[in-house]
Each structure stands twice: as structure tokens, then as C-alpha cells.
């Protein structure tokens, strides 16, 4: 037998079963923000048309100093601040004690300057914050739509499976074993004490779902579903977008090439589950042909398929 795998296991009691619920809202604004700053060097497929858009009106001062605190979606926990307002944030980066920040820099493998309090590297980091958000700001309208569908789905989730149903939906990788919750991640185990648990839905978030634990709360921060209406609209004269969505479109033009649910998943920057929900529509068009492949599950274009998509 293997090693096990290194998983956070969040132990609930009852109380916390019953303090388990959907939000109104999703993330902060500031955290979708720093979420989104990975993006910049290495975007998915998904978030390439949003990338282009957001470079053309960025000053690109802001890229150097946050890409190097931001590299990927493993931020300081001082750069999550469950705030809409940049400034708040900036205020916290200039103010946190030099400790905290060595502390967060170094959990993250990313000690340097501003490890050590350089406060022109503090400076410049809080500018580059203001000037990233003035041009991620204009996205935010429709990052709250995604949300709210997202919050609506969840919500569905609860009333028509519970709880159990509830967590295991926000990701592949979750499971309840009874009492305790296992999510992909570093070998962590959180007790919780009467906290009020929010499941909380990120549209910039990729990969594992994210544990943020405050004093009365604790968040699961996951990734929203249906990134791809981020995107730019459909261009004038795409009847496949028109005939299916964009979201339909940009998965049966991806399966040009045969792809495992995995790798359809990778491609276009969602979870598995959100591919597969659409390949399996596809499928029932005649778009779409799955077969087993060992474990795995491939799906390709049907030649109905390779005929709507002009390939």
C-alpha cells in the first residue's frame, strides 16, 4: 500500500454541521484581485481573452513587483483580506509588522525583501496593488453575475442534498467521511469550535479549493463555475456560440483532439466535474463520443461534431 496522500481534514461536530451555509456574496473583491494576479504570467485558455483585455488598459508598472509576491495561487496570508476597498489592504501591507510578514513570506517559499521590511519595497508593492486594481476593477460586473449563478446552483445543492451534498459538490477532490471533511492540500488538520462555516465561490481561483479559519468563521473558498463567461463576448458571426453558448462552443472545438475529462478540464481552466456536466450534454446532441479508456474517460468530436465546429 502507498503512502497516503497529504490532504486538510477539517473536523466538524454537529453544531458546525448546522452552521454550514451558502453566502450571499462570494469572495471580496481584494481577494478575487490577488487570485487573479497569477493569471497575468501564465493564463489558461479561459482567461486568455480576459488577460489581453486587462494588459491593454494596465499600467504595466503594477506586473513586476506583484508578480513576484504573486507568482501563483499560493498567496501570503497577508495579501487575503476579506475587503472591497484597495486601500484597506494597502493599509494592511504597509502596517504589518515585519515579523508577520517574514512568518507568511517564508510559509510560502518566497522570503526576500520585503521579508525584511524594506518599506520602498512595501511602497512599491501597495502602488502596484492600486494601479492592478483600477484596471481589474472593470471585470468585477460580471465576476458578480458568475457568482451569483454559482450561489444559486450551490444553493440548490443544499435544499436538494444537504450538506454532504453540499461539500462534496465544490470540488473532485472532496470527501466526507464522517466527521470529518478531506480536501486536496497540505497535510493539515483543523478542529472546528463552534465556528459558522461559508462556502465560499472565487471566479480567479484555480485548482484546490482554499481554507481560510477566523475567529467565528471559517471559509472554503473554491472555483466558481462557468469561468469562461469571463471572456470576451462571442464574436458576430459565431453561430456555433450561438447555437450552443460560448461555454458549449469553446469544449466541442477544444475536442478536435481527443481528451480525457481531466485534460478537456485543464484546457479550458474549469474542474472536472464542470467539463464533464458538458461533454455529457454534448454527447446527448451527437456532438460529442466518450469511451473508457483503463481509468480514465476520453471524449472526442463526432463527425456530426467536426461538422458544427468547422473542423
Avoid: K
Wanted: aromatic share 4%.
Amino acid at each position: 500500500m502507498g503512502p497516503s496522500r497529504a490532504m486538510v481534514r477539517i473536523r466538524f461536530g454537529v453544531d458546525e454541521l448546522v452552521r454550514t451555509r451558502v453566502p450571499p456574496t462570494g469572495v471580496a473583491d481584494m481577494v478575487e484581485a490577488v487570485f487573479s494576479i497569477p493569471l497575468l504570467a501564465r493564463p489558461t485558455p479561459v482567461f486568455a481573452p480576459w488577460r489581453e483585455r486587462l494588459v491593454s488598459r494596465l499600467d504595466q508598472r503594477a506586473v513586476p513587483p506583484l508578480l513576484d509576491l504573486l507568482p501563483d495561487y499560493n498567496p501570503p496570508l497577508f495579501m487575503i483580506m476579506r475587503t472591497d476597498d484597495p486601500a484597506r489592504l494597502a493599509d494592511r501591507i504597509e502596517s504589518v509588522p515585519t515579523a508577520r510578514l517574514a512568518v507568511d513570506l517564508a510559509a510560502v517559499g518566497r522570503p526576500g525583501p520585503l521579508g525584511r521590511g524594506d518599506r520602498d519595497v512595501r511602497r512599491a508593492v501597495t502602488a502596484a496593488l492600486a494601479r492592478y486594481h483600477r484596471a481589474f476593477a472593470e471585470d468585477l460586473p460580471v465576476v458578480r453575475r458568475i457568482v451569483a449563478d454559482d450561489l444559486a446552483h450551490r444553493a440548490a445543492v443544499l435544499a436538494r442534498g444537504g450538506v454532504v451534498g453540499l461539500l462534496e459538490s465544490l470540488h473532485p477532490g472532496v470527501r466526507w467521511r464522517s466527521p470529518v471533511l478531506e480536501l486536496p492540500g497540505p497535510d493539515l488538520e483543523i478542529t472546528l469550535a463552534g465556528h459558522d462555516v461559508w462556502v465560499v465561490p472565487s471566479v480567479f481561483l484555480r485548482g484546490r479549493p482554499r481554507i481560510l479559519v477566523e475567529p467565528a468563521a471559517c471559509f472554503i473558498v473554491y472555483p466558481a463555475r462557468d469561468p469562461l463567461r469571463l471572456t470576451a463576448p462571442a464574436p458576430e458571426g459565431d453561430p456555433l456560440a450561438d447555437l450552443l453558448g460560448r461555454t458549449r462552443a469553446a469544449v466541442l472545438r477544444e475536442l478536435a483532439v481527443e481528451r480525457t475529462t481531466g485534460e478537456l478540464a485543464d484546457r479550458l481552466g474549469v474542474s472536472p466535474a464542470t467539463a464533464s456536466e458538458h461533454a455529457s450534454v454534448l454527447r446527448a446532441a451527437g456532438f460529442v463520443t466518450t469511451r473508457r479508456d483503463g481509468r480514465s474517460v476520453r471524449h472526442g468530436q463526432t463527425e456530426l461534431g467536426r461538422s458544427a465546429a468547422g473542423r
